[in-house]
């Protein structure tokens, strides 16, 4: 039998309780990420990214600004 929202009873949680679920298991991914093999074009833009925060790390945004754009709209 497949696994699915249905069959494991999530379709059924609050919302509150789903988002919680969606957040816990993005950790939990999160934490193998390092497992997850890369391509090679992803890893060229992974260091090209790192070469430029590193060119000009003021270019860099914190979490709480990403935020505030993104609820801006912008």
């Known amino acids: ?23 816990d298991l993005w950790e939990s991914i999160a ?20 070469a430029e925060l590193d060119a000009n790390p003021s270019s860099a945004l914190t979490w709480d600004q990403i935020k505030s754009r993104v609820l801006r709209g912008e």
Do not use: C, N, S, Y
């Open 31 to 50: 934490a193998d990420a390092e497992h997850l093999p890369l391509t090679g074009e992803q890893k060229l833009l992974l260091d090209r990214r790192l």
């Open 1 to 23: 039998m497949a696994t699915t929202l249905e069959t494991l009873g999530i379709d059924r949680l609050p919302l509150d309780e789903k988002i919680a679920l969606a957040h």
